[in-house]
């Protein structure tokens, strides 16, 4: 059974930092493609980032430059380093793998931008 994990959440300043990570159980292989999404309350769940097996990236307009997105494929683990973090980024962040047309989710990982 695949399963994604997320951590690295909580609680942080805005324009702090933290660093997210989702590992990857249960799969023979690597996921094609590993993103994260994010559901704030009220509103719908969006991409954030997303990185292909091949290191090909893609970022949501309103956290360029601010976030980057990595993995590791020895380790089947996929990070989001988010800089810079603003009130608006509080959400609930999902992680997401895709391998051979399924898709798979982690249980989400709490982010609060406050004061």
């Known amino acids: 059974q695949v399963q994604l994990v997320e951590s690295g959440g909580g609680l942080v300043q805005p324009g702090g930092s933290l660093r997210l990570s989702c590992a990857v159980s249960?799969?023979?292989?690597?996921?094609?493609?590993m993103g994260w999404y994010r559901q704030a309350p009220g509103k719908q769940r969006e991409l954030v980032a997303s990185?292909?097996?091949?290191?090909?990236?893609v970022y949501a307009d309103s956290v360029k430059g601010r976030c980057l997105i990595s993995r590791d494929n020895a380790k089947n683990t996929v990070y989001l380093q988010m800089n810079s973090l603003k009130p608006e980024d509080t959400a609930v962040y999902y992680c997401?793998?895709?391998?051979?047309?399924?898709?798979?989710w982690g249980q989400g990982t709490q982010v609060t931008v406050s004061s």
């Open positions: 990185i292909t097996s091949g290191g090909s990236t």
């Open positions: 997401k793998g895709q391998s051979y047309g399924y898709s798979y």
């Open positions: 249960g799969s023979r292989f690597n996921m094609n493609v």
